[in-house]
Every structure is written in structure tokens, then in C-alpha cells.
């Protein structure tokens, strides 16, 4: 093998004991002698390290570099952001792939190309001639740079134990980041080859590479072959050049668009202009439609396609293997082999993988385009017929720190409805019920932040009359703006919108408010319809305009759910022409405290996109929001703009203690009326237009994108309730708002002394909000939330800014407001901390302690309470029979 | 590397114990290596016979398959099924994973001591 090449990492993989092959022209690892198994199974469940190093790599320079790959790649590359990377491929004429590739722009003004090792020599040869038209210039610095990929649930501890608890990368797929590995520079990016939802590949000067290689393996990670990368790969259902791209076995091209997740690297963007393999490719892309569409009507250009396929049969499969259905052969196994997997058990969140193991017989197949998913083929393994099946996938990776295994199972058929004694069952209703309501209201200690306890009267008002009855309204301009009720009977109902309506503008401090939508989510949706149909305004003959850049709160940067393109805004928010992505811009976050906004950096975003809308507020809130200062900044430079404050969280914290939202210029405040605002499950508009303002129109269409486009039935129960919730929040805010924000400093101060890791500024006492969050360690969150919730203490597992999503949740969000609202004080929360660090730290049982701490509050404190008022709520009581 | 001295073994890594008339067949602790991590293994029937010099069967690794060769020519009297269920065996047994027993046997390759055997793979390696 002595001409071969030889990687930066040649000798340390000789010295582990590896078995070197020949590899696209390089000597390279296929196994250590661990073997391939082991190696799969320590990535899925540690941390492996594979020497990519053969790989080449491209730096792509000069003025036009962004023309030239625009004119040989398929993807958007104007899409991209420095510090971010995107998948593509290197077509020809035709549509097929000469490559795939990877490009990174960790520079403002060059990009490395990364390519196949095998395929190296013909992408530059292609490139070199292409690049003759452009301005612009092509260095390979394979040999300069080596590159090693970190994969596994375990890579990001590793590596943040050598940058020194720095974040390796933003957390999501595909962001790049340079920085110091003990004092080396090198460059990472959130990518890989094995599907694992946390994974790197770092790039690193060729003399640093064998220290950081062993470096790494002295904190735990293991080497990794080329055998295994195979495996792993195919089981994440990622393409190899040279089986699902290239030629087929039969020699004829296989197009792009055969790899399902080849149209995410293809762009028609008009930034692209008219790049090589273009008009094919829009073929195929119609092609593909059509075959999604179950359209199987003209099958020329898209032939057969790439799916995963799974042996039902005992045997394996192998690349190049015919494919039958029917008794006709279809096409070929492109990828295959027996795979290992951690075997699992339980359901859901609680799903715990095993240290048992077993293996599956997975592949690839490049097979007639009218297969469908759960469709039965048979494969021929030399000279048998094995039946095998067209799973959906083999694994999926939304449910990090773990890639998990997807076995093929036929849909199960629905077990018949119960219909047995449904008067037994009603009671049986009732009896749960009753558990749960005393369980919850008595011996609990409740700390989701997004919850509350409504007052008696509140709770009995939701249940009177009004709950079942119907009063759509509309303001009519021929009567003055009065309102017309399009049923009789509703006058008290009228009279209670009214004073609700009044109520909330006092308290939010507005001129105009909406009390008819029923939630925080239809609030936003509610407002952005308005925003959309006001833009539209002016001209009703062509299909309305989306907004455009919309600047919020990231969701991985507690930004709220309804306030994003998954949620509220989904149907309101345009798609970017240039990165055709969602036209949303995210608020900086300070360096040295992700919780707060960087105000500076929010201003250059600002200046740089222009946003028809920002949307101040979080679901995971420990400051106050820069209105003022954003406000101000807007009105100097005059850009113009909607500022929005969805404050559904800090609702009832409205006032002097924490922010008066209109007095500091937002325009909007939307919220719901049941997290730290005690009213009962609704939302609210409210805004600060005036008559005379040209925005009234505005204030005009949110009414009328509240009823009729939001509700029809706007929920009259739980309007009254909230008339009596807005009389108390009145009376009491003062009192109230004080107490939640000193308890929550409290708290938090309390659980740092227990030794818990308590998140945010201690010298602000970490929080200026209702809320405390606590990191108990990377994916630890839903084990530890389970765990106190036996112990009577209800939190909320969170993610927090540096995780991946939900089920990687390292912390416990909580809130003091409810149990403030019960009397808890600064002593009660110093004894809840100690209790809780009992539990979360020594895994003591504190269910009886807890228990015993809640049942000396169990009176509902800022409500009235007098005889008074329990004689009339004995008297609604003794109207509705109980 | 282990190379028992009791055994006879192929050119082609299988490894043969006489026990009386019936040859018990085996892969050699060099042919496992070289495969890798075995996964699976087409095992034949009892009653099957085979011929020296011809595949009987095939044992799969992650990374490929190969066929194994009879050293004997004669009539299955017994398979090893377990292997079936666990061809890791393969790997980690591989003179104690035995994988058919042959009787009846009228033939047989030229078959090589374990210093002759040892010098081959070697040679191989």
C-alpha cells in the first residue's frame, strides 16, 4: 500500500491497532480492534472519533466566490450565514451528482468545500475549469487542516471539558464556531456522518491533530473506523456517494432528486441563476411532486428512487442485490448489512435505552419510484428470495442526546371502544376528579411558572350561566361604532364585557383592549392576521403579502412557542427570498448572560433587516425586556415598525415593580390571563392607539381578526371569571407583584446556598421575574422533574438556551406565583429549597415533608374574602344546585 | 493468534476434528479475524451432503460474506443451530463453535497441520 496516502493521523491509528485499508486512494482505519459492533454501539450510547482527514478540502476565495458557487453547487449558498454550513451536492448537466459536499463559511468572506476523498481529484478537475470564468480562486488544504468528527451523546461534554466550558457551537444542526481547544485554535462545526443529534466535526492544523486526537481519547471517547461510519450512516438513512448517488448497477445515471434529502440541498432560488444542471433539475423536481402526490402517471425522469428497506427474512443484504416485486425486478439494494442497536423499553419521555443489544438487517434500495412505505419486496440474496419491507426510516434523532432505533412494526389494528357501564364510569369521573383537585389545590407545591390557582369567586363564576351561552357581537359604524349582539338574553353579558374591558385598560394602562380571544396563542394569531390583513389593506385584488422580517425571541432562547413560524405565525410570516427560510430574525442574547438581550447588537439587526414587527417576550423570562431602549432607537432612526409585547407569562406582573409595557413604547401587549395573571384560561389584546392615529385601522382589524376570525363563542364563563380576577389584580397588584418577584429572589438565592446550579446574574439575585431556573445536569431534566413530581413538587423540565430541545433538557424551570398566591413567604421558599435540594441532590423522599410545608397554606391570599362576599358566593352557589 | 495442534485445517480456513468416522467442521481463528464481527451464518440441513472443495454455507460479517467450504465430501449428520441465534459465537469461540458434523465420508482435501497452517496464514496475514 505504499502509494497510497496517508493522513495527519496515520501512525496513531497504526499504533491503536487498527486495520488499515485502501480507501478512495488513502490508507485508512476500517476497525480497531474493538470491531465494527463495538465501535456502532459506543457512538450511539458515548462518544467515537473518526479521522475524516482524507477528505477533501477546498478554500474558495476571491470577489466572485459566491457567483462561482452559486454556478457549481445546487444549494442557496447566499443562504448562508457566517458560523453556519449547509449540505450540497456538485451536479452535472444532467442532474446527477458528481459529488456530494459539505460548505462551511466559518469566514465573512471564504468558503471550505469539503468533499469525498475518492472523488477529490475529478471535483477539482471540474471546478478548475469552471472556475476560469469567475473571479475567484480554489486551494486545496487537505494536507493543511486535519479534520476529526466527534460523534455522540457524550462529544459535547468531552469537548467543552477542552474549550474551558465554552459552548462548542450554537445548538443547533449545522452552526460552525472557532475557538481554543486548550489554547489550539480549531474550527467546529455542528455536522456529521452518523446521524447522531450531537456530533461535531473539528478542523484542526495538521500538527495539533494527534494531540487532540488522543487528547480526546483520554476523556472518553473511542476510535471509530470506516467500517462502523458505514453503518452508522446507513442506519441514519444518509447517502454514500458511489451507491445512492452516481451510477446505478445497470450504468446509468441516478438523478438528484432519488435521494429524498437531496431537494433540501437544491435551491431554485433566483439568487441562484442559471446553475449547471439547473433545468433538469427542475424536472426532476416536478417529478418528484408528482410521485409524492401518489401521481405515478409519468415515471421518465424519476425512475426508481432511494428508500430504506428492511429484511423481514433472516439474512443480509447486500449493495447490488436485485430488488423483486411481484416476481419483476424493480431495482437494486444500494446499501447493506446488519446493523446493531441498543434494545429499549417503556414508552415515551420515560423510555429507557438498555445495555442489551441486538442486531437488524437494514439497507438501501434504488427501487421503482410507485413503491410505497409498508410495501413487501423481495430481495435476492444469492439466489434466494427474502422478503423485506419499505420502512418510513431506520432511526430518528428528534428526541435527543440519543439517535434512536426505528424498528420496523406493522400498524397494530385499534383495540375495540370500551362500551361498558358509562354510569359507573361517571362517577368514577367525579371520584378522580375530586383526587386530583384536592391532590393539586392541597398537597402540592406548584411552581410551573406558566400556572396559577383562580380564587373561589373565580371559579365559581366560570361555572354559572354565562358558561353555556352565546353573544357574538360587532361594532357597527351606521350606530356610532355601538355594538350589535346577534342574540337576545345577553345583555348582563354585555355589561360584564364592558367592565372587563375597562378593568384591563387600567391595569395594562391602554387606550384600546380585546377581551374575546380565548387564549395567549389566539392573541398573537389574532394580531398577526391584523398586521397581515392591514398591510393588505390598500389592495384587495391580489393575494395578500405575508410580513415580512419579523423579529422575536429564539425558541432555544426561551422565546415563546406562539410568538414563532411553528406556532402562531406560521400561516402570517413570508418565506426570505434570500435564505428561503422563515422571514424571522432572532434578538441577540448578551455574551456572558444568554437570558438578557444584547441591545446593541439588536440595533445593528434592526438597521440591517428593517422588521415590520417585533415581538418583545419569552416563555422562559428572568428580565425585563428592552422596550424602551428599542423604542427609542426606532423612533431616532425613524424605521417604522410594529413593537409587540407578548407578555403571556408576565401578565400580572404588569406595574411599577416590573415593566409597564405602553409607557415604555410597545404599541400591542398581548398575553394570557392564568400564568402570573390569576384569571382563568384566556387571552388578551390590548393597545395604545388613539382615534386620530392612523394605526387605529389596525386597532380596527384586530377586533374584527378576533371576532369573527378567531371565535365565534368566546367562551363567557371564563369571561366573567376573569371580570372578578381583573377587580382583584386591581386591588391587590401592589402587594402581589412585590411578594412574587422578593420570593422569587428569594427562592433562588435559597436553592444556590442548598448548592443547587441556580442560571442568571446573582448579582441581580438571578431573576426579575416570577421565574428560577435550575440546571441539574445535561439531559437530566425530565429524570429529575419526574422525580420531585413523586415528592409533590410539580416543576417543569426545560431545555435551556445551550441544549437541543426538550427531551436534552438540562434544567428545571419554575415559578413562584401560585404558591405565592397560596402565602407562601420568604421562609416558606428557604424551607421548599432545602426540601427540594434533598430530593434533586441526595435523592431523599421529602413527600411527607412537602406535603406537610403546603398544607399550612392552603388559603388563597389577594382576593376578597369578607362575609359579605361569601354570602353572595353561597347565594350563585345555592342557584347552580350545590 | 490460536492454531490448536489436535486440528487439521484447509487452505481455505476451515478448521476439521476427527471424532471416529465424523469430521466436526469449524472456521479457524484466522478466518474470524479476518471476517470481523459475524452476524450471520446460512446454515445447510442435516441429511444436506456436501463435497470437499464446495461452499455448504455462508457466514456474514458487518463488512462482507464468505462462503465456507467443506473440507470432506459426505452427509450432514449434524449443524450446530445455535449458531443461528448467536454467529457471534463465530468470534468469540471459534474451535469450541463448531458448525456441521459430516459422516460417511468418502473424500477429502488435501488438509494441512497447524505448523503448516500457521506458516499460511502468515504468508497471509
Given amino acids: 500500500m505504499s502509494d497510497l496516502k496517508r493522513t495527519q493521523l496515520y501512525d496513531v491509528h497504526v499504533a491503536a491497532g487498527a486495520e488499515m485499508v485502501d480507501f478512495g486512494g488513502w490508507e485508512m482505519p476500517i476497525q480497531y480492534p474493538t470491531g465494527i459492533i463495538a465501535e456502532h454501539l459506543y457512538t450511539r450510547h458515548a462518544c467515537s472519533l473518526f479521522d475524516v482527514s482524507h477528505m477533501g478540502r477546498l478554500l474558495v476565495d476571491g470577489p466572485e466566490r459566491v457567483a462561482f458557487l452559486q454556478h457549481v453547487l445546487t444549494s442557496n449558498v447566499m443562504a448562508l450565514e457566517v458560523n453556519q454550513a449547509q449540505y450540497s451536492i456538485i451536479p452535472n448537466e444532467n442532474g446527477g451528482a458528481i459529488d456530494d459536499a459539505y460548505l462551511y463559511r466559518f469566514e465573512e468572506d471564504r468558503f471550505l468545500l469539503v468533499v469525498n476523498a475518492a472523488n477529490t481529484e475529478k471535483d477539482l478537475a471540474h471546478l478548475m475549469t469552471e472556475v476560469k470564468n469567475y473571479d475567484c480562486t480554489i486551494t486545496d488544504i487537505t494536507a493543511d487542516w486535519a479534520a476529526i468528527a466527534v460523534q455522540g451523546p457524550k462529544s459535547k461534554e468531552i469537548l467543552t471539558i477542552l474549550s474551558g466550558g465554552e459552548q462548542i457551537t450554537e445548538p443547533v444542526k449545522n452552526a460552525l464556531n472557532t475557538l481554543q481547544l486548550e489554547g489550539r485554535t480549531v474550527r467546529a462545526a455542528k455536522t456529521g456522518y452518523t446521524g447522531e443529534p450531537l456530533g461535531y466535526e473539528v478542523y484542526i492544523k495538521s500538527e495539533d491533530a494527534a494531540w487532540l486526537w488522543n487528547r480526546l481519547i483520554e476523556l472518553g471517547a473511542k476510535p471509530a473506523g470506516l467500517g462502523a461510519r458505514d453503518t452508522l450512516r446507513l442506519e441514519a438513512g444518509m447517502p454514500l456517494y458511489g451507491h445512492e448517488m452516481g451510477v446505478d448497477p445497470d450504468g446509468k445515471e441516478m438523478p438528484i432528486f432519488a435521494v429524498s434529502l437531496a431537494r433540501f440541498a437544491v435551491s431554485f432560488s433566483e439568487q441562484k441563476g442559471d446553475y449547471i444542471g439547473r433545468q433538469a433539475l427542475e424536472r426532476q423536481s416536478a417529478a418528484f411532486k408528482r410521485i409524492m402526490n401518489r401521481d405515478f402517471s409519468d415515471l421518465d425522469v424519476l425512475p426508481k428512487r432511494i428508500m430504506p428497506i428492511t429484511l423481514l427474512d433472516r439474512g443480509v443484504m447486500r449493495a447490488g442485490m436485485p430488488v423483486y416485486r411481484n416476481g419483476e425486478q424493480i431495482g437494486w439494494v444500494t446499501s447493506g448489512t446488519m446493523v446493531p442497536y441498543y434494545r429499549s423499553e417503556g414508552e415515551g419521555l420515560a423510555t429507557k435505552i438498555l445495555d442489551d443489544t441486538a442486531k437488524r438487517a437494514i439497507g438501501t434500495a434504488y427501487i421503482a419510484s410507485d413503491v410505497l412505505t409498508d410495501d413487501i419486496v423481495e430481495v435476492d440474496i444469492r439466489g434466494k428470495r427474502l422478503k423485506a419491507v419499505i420502512p418510513p426510516y431506520h432511526m430518528r434523532v428528534d428526541a435527543p442526546p440519543f439517535a434512536r432505533p426505528i424498528l420496523y412494526k406493522p400498524d397494530e389494528e385499534a383495540a375495540a371502544a370500551d362500551t361498558g357501564n358509562r354510569a359507573a364510569k361517571a362517577v368514577e369521573l367525579l371520584r378522580k376528579a375530586t383526587e386530583n383537585h384536592e391532590w393539586r389545590q392541597k398537597q402540592c407545591i406548584n411552581l410551573i411558572p406558566s400556572e396559577n390557582s383562580a380564587s373561589r369567586a373565580v371559579q365559581l363564576l366560570c361555572a354559572s350561566d354565562p358558561a353555556f351561552r352565546y353573544a357574538e357581537h360587532r361594532k357597527i359604524k351606521s350606530f356610532y361604532d355601538q355594538d350589535v349582539f346577534y342574540y337576545q338574553g345577553t345583555k348582563f353579558i354585555d355589561e360584564v364585557e364592558q367592565l372587563l374591558v375597562e378593568q384591563m385598560k387600567e391595569y395594562l394602562g391602554c387606550s384600546e383592549v380585546e377581551t374575546r380571544v380565548i387564549s395567549g396563542q389566539m392573541s398573537n394569531m389574532a394580531v398577526f392576521s391584523a398586521l397581515m390583513d392591514w398591510k393588505n389593506r390598500l389592495d384587495r385584488k391580489h393575494t395578500p403579502q405575508r410580513l415580512g422580517y419579523v423579529m422575536n425571541n429564539h425558541i432555544i432562547k426561551g422565546g415563546h412557542l406562539s410568538a414563532q413560524p411553528m406556532g402562531a405565525l406560521h400561516d402570517y410570516i413570508a418565506i426570505d427570498p434570500v435564505t428561503e427560510r422563515s422571514a424571522v430574525v432572532n434578538f441577540p442574547v448578551c455574551k456572558d448572560n444568554i437570558y438578557k438581550i444584547d441591545v446593541e447588537e439588536t440595533k445593528k439587526l434592526i438597521d440591517r433587516y428593517r422588521p415590520e414587527l417585533i415581538i418583545f417576550g419569552k416563555s422562559m423570562v428572568l428580565h425585563k425586556e428592552p422596550v424602551a431602549a428599542i423604542r427609542r432607537f426606532v423612533d431616532e432612526q425613524n424605521i417604522p415598525t410594529t413593537i409587540m409585547y407578548d407578555m403571556a407569562h408576565v401578565l400580572g406582573l404588569v406595574g411599577d415593580h416590573f415593566q409597564k409595557p405602553f409607557e415604555e413604547g410597545a404599541e400591542i401587549v398581548t398575553g394570557s390571563t392564568h400564568k402570573t395573571f390569576f384569571g382563568p384560561q384566556r387571552g388578551i389584546v390590548g393597545v395604545n392607539y388613539k382615534k386620530e392615529d392612523l394605526k387605529y385601522g389596525l386597532w380596527e382589524t384586530i377586533e374584527s381578526r378576533a371576532f369573527p376570525g378567531s371565535v365565534s363563542n368566546h367562551h363567557l364563563g371564563t369571561q366573567l371569571g376573569l371580570l372578578m380576577a381583573a377587580y382583584e389584580m386591581n386591588t391587590f397588584k401592589d402587594e402581589y407583584q412585590r411578594n412574587i418577584i422578593e420570593n422569587a429572589k428569594h427562592f433562588a438565592k435559597c436553592l444556590k446556598a442548598q448548592g443547587l446550579d441556580v442560571a442568571g446574574d446573582p448579582s441581580i439575585d438571578y431573576t426579575e421575574t416570577h421565574q428560577v431556573i435550575v440546571s441539574v445536569g445535561y439531559g437530566c431534566g425530565p429524570e429529575v422533574a419526574e422525580r420531585l413530581e413523586e415528592n409533590n413538587v410539580i416543576v417543569n423540565y426545560q431545555a435551556t438556551p445551550e441544549e437541543e430541545g426538550f427531551t436534552a433538557s438540562g434544567a428545571l424551570r419554575m415559578g413562584v406565583s401560585e404558591m405565592t398566591r397560596f402565602g407562601f413567604e420568604k421562609e416558606d421558599f428557604a424551607k421548599l429549597a432545602e426540601l427540594m435540594a434533598d430530593c434533586v441532590l441526595r435523592n431523599k423522599d421529602i413527600s411527607g415533608d412537602v406535603e406537610k410545608l403546603r398544607a399550612e397554606h392552603t388559603e388563597m391570599r389577594y382576593c376578597f374574602n369578607d362575609e359579605e362576599m361569601r354570602d353572595a358566593m353561597g347565594g350563585l352557589l345555592g342557584q347552580i344546585g350545590l | ?125
Avoid at chain 2, 469430521?23 to 446460512?42: M, P
Avoid at chain 2, 459465537?89 to 488435501?110: F, H, M, R
Fill in chain 2, 1 to 125: 493468534m490460536n492454531f490448536p495442534a489436535e486440528l487439521k485445517y484447509s487452505k481455505s480456513h476451515e478448521w476439521v476434528k476427527m471424532d471416529g468416522d465424523v469430521a466436526v467442521i469449524g472456521i479457524s481463528d484466522f478466518a474470524q479475524d479476518a471476517l470481523g464481527d459475524v452476524v450471520f451464518i446460512n446454515l445447510p440441513g442435516e441429511g444436506d451432503s456436501v463435497t470437499a472443495g464446495e461452499a455448504f454455507g455462508d457466514v456474514e460479517s458487518v463488512k462482507a460474506v464468505s462462503d465456507i467450504i467443506s473440507p470432506v465430501t459426505g452427509v450432514i449428520c449434524a449443524v450446530n443451530e445455535d449458531l443461528a441465534d448467536a454467529p457471534e459465537n463465530l468470534n468469540s469461540d471459534p474451535y469450541g463453535a463448531w458448525i456441521i458434523k459430516v459422516e460417511n465420508i468418502t473424500g477429502q482435501e488435501d488438509l494441512l497441520d497447524a505448523a503448516a497452517y500457521e506458516a499460511l496464514c502468515a504468508e497471509e496475514g
